[in-house]
């Protein structure tokens, strides 16, 4: 998340991790946080990746509603003032709230999402699975719902759309599954395979191909899933021939 501005500030560019990478310096952070007393949550991937461009981590912010402004003990904070910990500098630190990225061991990008607790378990599910989140509210999104990181919301426009106001649906990770009619057991248990997860979207009540399509997709989603690889095999996997036989039309995604 942090790559490009990472980049500008130490002039390092970051490196891929190698799977045994991974999880070793994936426990050394681990380890890190839970000495800072900063509480954590990993995101889960498609277990055939071989290797990461980077290690997301959500971080939790476990300051009291009422003391919300007592900045001094947010991760950011505690993690910027431990950076030695973690063997670094200020150089190989940046922080655009709610996320940090660090350049653990001058070479390896790691980012921190802060969240709420509240949000904590929708956060880690919406990240987990590579795009699965992205993919899922995409199927939904014709109904004005959006799927994020901060839960479930419902889009209510005015007619001339340049007034929306948001209702907040859902901090239930699995909302959005049994909305979208979604085996929440197999969600839990992950996916092998990105053909798997392919074929777990598809399996969506609300799945239509045509609601993928780039030409179908505002101009910010079509700028930002152009440069999204997993987005872009999904689409060459679905092809756009399967038949869907929902009621629904699909729509331009607002």
Not at 127 to 153: A, P, Q, Y
Request: charged fraction near 30%; include cysteine.
């Amino acid at each position: 998340m942090g790559g490009t501005a990472l980049l500008a500030k130490s002039g390092i560019e970051s490196q891929r991790l190698t799977s045994t990478e991974f999880y070793r310096v994936k426990n050394e952070i681990h380890n890190i946080l839970d000495k800072l007393g900063i509480r954590w949550l990993d995101v889960d991937f498609i277990r055939e990746k071989e290797d990461f461009g980077d290690i997301d981590i959500i971080v939790i912010d476990d300051r009291p509603l009422d003391n919300i402004e007592h900045n001094n003990n947010t991760p950011s904070y505690i993690v910027y003032n431990n950076l030695d910990k973690f063997g670094i500098d200020d150089n190989l630190y940046i922080n655009n709230n709610p996320f940090m990225s660090i350049l653990y061991e001058s070479k390896y990008q790691v980012d921190f999402i802060t969240v709420k607790p509240d949000k904590a378990l929708y956060t880690q599910a919406y990240l987990s699975h590579n795009d699965l989140g992205n993919l899922l509210g995409r199927c939904v999104k014709r109904f004005n719902i959006t799927h994020g990181m901060d839960g479930l919301w419902y889009d209510h426009y005015l007619e001339d759309r340049t007034h929306r106001t948001r209702f907040h649906l859902s901090n239930d990770p699995y909302y959005i599954l049994s909305i979208n009619g979604l085996d929440v057991d197999k969600f839990k248990d992950g996916f092998d395979t990105y053909t798997e997860m392919f074929d777990y979207v598809q399996s969506s009540k609300y799945f239509n191909p045509e609601l993928f399509k780039f030409e179908n997709l505002n101009n910010r989603n079509r700028v930002r899933d152009r440069k999204r690889k997993i987005y872009n095999q999904f689409l060459d996997y679905i092809n756009y021939e399967i038949v869907n036989n929902n009621v629904y039309n699909p729509i331009d995604d607002y």
